[in-house]
């Protein structure tokens, strides 16, 4: 069977486990979680390898830019200490968490590689940086309060910094050219920085661009460039793209573009 059927496939199912799930009232992320793993267990599809380059340029930019356009800098500077705190010393301690679980387990298990502190904090910082796209879902069923909202996408959008740092600096010390903290210092304001700025010029163009605008389907594919290309291009110049796409998105939204794009959010 082809990818294109089995993609096809894959989103009939979502479809109707979409529809189970809201009849029976269970959280669709749940549902399509265990509809997944059931799948995965019978072997009935083989679906098509997610690469980090499909992740990475595909998938990975509309979902930043989609959360970042929703959110208001007016929101980000009033919450801003909880968010930091959540930002910087919240993915650090997550860091060394996973790091202190997972060097123990390799060291008490005779048949698994003995995972030094190294590679631990390494192996953290890859995956300390979550996303909430599922727990965001479900807020929005639950009509949870929108600045808890606001904390977990606004948590999730910029600890990519913080991350970035701490694996850049394990996989230094691994390798044996790490350098001092200012270099360290300095590779953080270069690959966050830079990528706010490329993120911030291409999101004032494209909002200056859409506001002489008159056609929505012009307008969503100007976003959909935007989105995407300020991703490609702060990648291209080795800063964050996700800082970047991150940055056009607030833009965006703080021209007030996401109503034209988002009318029901």
Known sequence: MSY???????????????????????????ALVAVGLTLGAMHLLHPPSLTQELLYSI????????????????????????????????????????????????????????????????????????DPVAVVSLFNKLGTPRRLRLL???????????????????????????????????DFFRIVGLGLIVGSIIGLASAFIMHHLDDAMITITLTTVAAYSSFLIADKLGVSGVM?????????????????????Y
């Open 152 to 186: 977990i996408e606004s948590e999730s959008l910029l600890n990519d910094g913080t991350s970035i740092v701490v694996f850049i600096l394990a996989l230094q010390f691994i390798q044996g050219s790490l350098g001092s903290p200012q270099t360290a210092v300095i």
């Open 244 to 264: 970047s796409t991150v940055a056009t998105g607030l833009i965006i939204g703080e021209k007030g573009l996401s109503e034209v794009l988002f009318p029901i």
């Open 59 to 130: 998938f990975l930019p509309p979902l930043v830019f989609e959360a970042a356009i929703h959110l208001r800098t007016s929101d980000l500077w009033r919450d801003g200490l909880v968010i930091s705190t959540l930002v910087i010393p919240g993915v650090v301690v997550s860091t060394l968490v996973t790091a202190a679980v997972i060097v123990p387990i390799s060291i008490h298990y005779t048949q698994i590689e003995v995972i030094t502190w190294s590679v631990g904090i390494l192996f953290g910082a890859a995956v300390a940086a979550t």
């Open 4 to 30: 294109e059927s089995i993609i096809l496939i894959l989103f009939v199912i979502a479809s109707f486990v979409s529809i189970i799930a809201k009849r029976i009232n269970l959280p669709y992320t749940i």
